[in-house]
């Protein structure tokens, strides 16, 4: 799976973003999709993520803020981020999890988008 990932800017504290990330090639394995987020000297780290079945998972900083949705197609990935703090500032890259066996997984990135929150 190939995925690219788009919707990243700047905008001042309070304001909203809404990333996307379209996915090409076979979605026939797809587990499960997410978005992670890096910032510099930190390990990356996840932000919401959303099975084939719909189930979604946040991390505690964003609940509230952040919905993660797809497309009835599930080739594409959102992420609508409202009332963005400072600390929201990162890099964000769409992952997807293809599953292949009880123990068999892959995982595919996108590219990185840039969040820049200013206060």
């Known amino acids: 799976v190939q995925l690219q990932a788009s919707g990243g800017g700047m905008v001042q504290a309070g304001g909203s973003l809404r990333l996307s990330c379209a996915a090409e090639?076979?979605?026939?394995?797809?587990?499960?999709m997410g978005w992670w987020r890096q910032t510099p000297g930190k390990e990356r780290e996840l932000v919401a993520s959303?099975?084939?079945?719909?189930?979604?998972n946040y991390a505690e900083p964003v609940k509230g803020r952040f919905t993660i949705s797809t497309n009835n197609a599930k080739r594409t990935m959102f992420l609508q981020m409202n009332s963005l703090k400072s600390e929201d500032k990162a890099v964000y890259y769409c992952?997807?999890?293809?599953?292949?066996?009880?123990?068999?997984?892959?995982?595919?990135w996108g590219h990185g988008t840039l969040v820049t929150v200013s206060s």
């Open positions: 992952h997807v999890e293809e599953r292949f066996g009880p123990d068999t997984y892959e995982d595919s």
């Open positions: 959303i099975t084939t079945s719909g189930i979604t």
């Open positions: 090639g076979s979605m026939r394995s797809v587990s499960s």
